[in-house]
């Protein structure tokens, strides 16, 4: 499920899932996982409604937004999977690298880079990305990358090739070899995939 940051109602506690820099999976009880799954059920019910009988009214549009909130409340219940991990010298070095993938998504996707920029070895980012996400550094630098073509695909009408560029692609094939490796589709094809971007959720 793919939404804009704007789209969630506002709640302070769900903050830091929308930051891309959460957890990469969380392992659900039966108990977790049944109301979770009904929840995501009836989002996705209510969006092929509107899909479907063009009822882009601001009431469907209210309803998907409070039924998305549910959802991101019921995950920020959850126990945070790596807590311990990314507590302590792995904490400071991963929001040290949070903090410059940010500044820096656009200009370049190098480990050896943000290391250079952090003050911090390669490993080091590594290791501290993977006790704060699951996730390498190389793997979160892509993912970012990766999340903000998508954004640009779904939420404006740039040219690919425009938004190759600005996420620092020479040629519009290596940009589009980048999106199937990340995504498993084209950026053509995954920008014809969301039929109603004026929903803010797909």
Not at 30 to 54: K, V
């Amino acid at each position: 499920m793919l939404f804009t940051a704007a789209f969630p109602p506002r709640l302070p506690l769900t903050t830091s899932l929308l930051d891309g820099f959460g957890p990469a999976g969380w392992t659900l009880s039966p108990g977790d996982y049944e109301p979770l799954d009904r929840a995501l059920s009836e989002i996705s019910a209510e969006y092929h409604r509107a899909q479907n009988h063009d009822e882009g009214s601001d009431l469907t549009v209210q309803l998907l937004r409070q039924l998305l909130g549910a959802v991101l409340l019921r995950l920020a219940r959850l126990p945070h999977p790596d807590r311990a991990a990314s507590e302590g010298m792995g904490g400071e070095v991963f929001r040290a690298f949070r903090y410059e993938l940010e500044r820096s998504f656009a200009a370049t996707r190098s480990v050896q880079k943000y290391a250079a920029r952090t003050g911090y070895s390669p490993r080091t980012l590594t290791r501290a990305c993977r006790a704060a996400t699951g996730r390498t550094a190389k793997q979160l630098i892509d993912a970012r990358v990766a999340l903000e073509a998508q954004r640009l695909l779904v939420h404006t009408e740039l040219p690919v090739a425009a938004i190759g560029r600005s996420l620092g692609f020479s040629e519009p094939t290596n940009f589009g070899k980048f999106l199937v490796r990340e995504t498993g589709h084209t950026p053509g094809g995954f920008r014809a995939g969301q039929r109603r971007p004026d929903l803010g959720i797909g």
